[in-house]
């Protein structure tokens, strides 16, 4: 039940991540605010469905993998609802066959749901029950919290434009943002942001302890374009204090496929469905 948590909780960040924006288009002259606020809104699809690999490399422990299979839909036109998503379990080999889904509401807590296949029965997840990670669930090691995933909100920092960074892989604007408030979900002083200045899609992120002196974690991003969407096509996160790092892969991408919502049911989790395969 831990690990399920951690997997919805670590899914739904990864849909709000992934496909919940629309498209930006390049742009001179722009204050760090407007280039901010154009960074937020990328498009990435209506449904779709792919293979995720995160990799864990904790310091010094041996290196473990995940592998699923995730079916998702948004809903821009409706208040209350977001997202769904289902989560099918392919690796390890004794995880083979667990299905988690979650329904992600504007203004509410998620719902999440947990099939296990040895007992043949789906289960609603409380949330009062295994909130926080532990060492022996698998996204206990990981370096991509929901607070790294989730795009932030661009009127919840301070922006500052440091300049333009000219590298090999293209031209970035420099962006240091500075928290108006501080939570347990985003403890850090403040990150600077390399920003695609073309695309504005973010390159690479590195994010300020409390002190703010030094970097302690840094994010790089790998995109995909698939039409006029753009995708994930590897995340990394790397602990720059103690070495540890986890690697997210996206593959076999699937898009705007007009997923029915009957997908996304109970009897879904139990017997997926071969248009999901």
């Not at 899914?11 to 901010?36: K, R």
């Not at 002190?211 to 790397?238: N, Q």
Request: one cysteine or more; a positive charge; glycine letters at 6%.
């Amino acid at each position: 039940m831990t690990r399920a948590n951690s997997q919805c909780t670590a899914g739904a960040a990864l849909i709000l991540a992934l496909a919940t924006f629309s498209a930006s288009l390049s742009a001179q002259g722009l204050s760090a605010d407007e280039i901010m606020a154009r960074s937020a809104h990328v498009d990435g699809g209506r449904d779709g469905l792919f293979g995720l690999a995160f990799t864990f490399e904790p310091a010094r422990k041996p290196k473990t993998e995940l592998r699923y299979t995730m079916v998702w839909k948004t809903y821009p036109d409706d208040p209350k609802l977001d997202t769904k998503v289902i989560f099918y379990s392919e690796y390890p080999p004794d995880d083979h066959g667990k299905a988690f889904m979650a329904f992600i509401y504007h203004g509410k807590k998620d719902d999440h749901w947990l099939y296990l296949p040895e007992l043949r029965m789906v289960r609603k997840i409380s949330h009062g029950r295994h909130q926080h990670q532990h060492d022996n669930d698998e996204f206990g090691k990981t370096q991509l919290t929901r607070g790294d995933m989730v795009p932030r909100a661009p009127d919840a920092d301070r922006h500052r434009l440091l300049g333009v960074d000219e590298r090999l892989r293209g031209r970035y604007y420099k962006i240091e943002s500075t928290p108006l408030a501080r939570s347990e979900e985003y403890p850090y002083a403040k990150a600077i942001r390399w920003i695609d200045a073309e695309t504005f899609l973010p390159w690479r992120v590195d994010y300020y302890g409390e002190r703010g002196a030094e970097a302690v974690k840094r994010l790089h991003f790998d995109w995909d374009k698939i039409g006029s969407a753009w995708v994930w096509k590897k995340v990394v996160a790397e602990n720059l204090v103690n070495g540890s790092k986890t690697t997210l892969d996206v593959s076999h991408v699937r898009l705007n496929i007009g997923l029915s919502d009957r997908i996304f049911s109970k009897r879904s989790l139990m017997r997926r469905p071969e248009s999901l395969r």
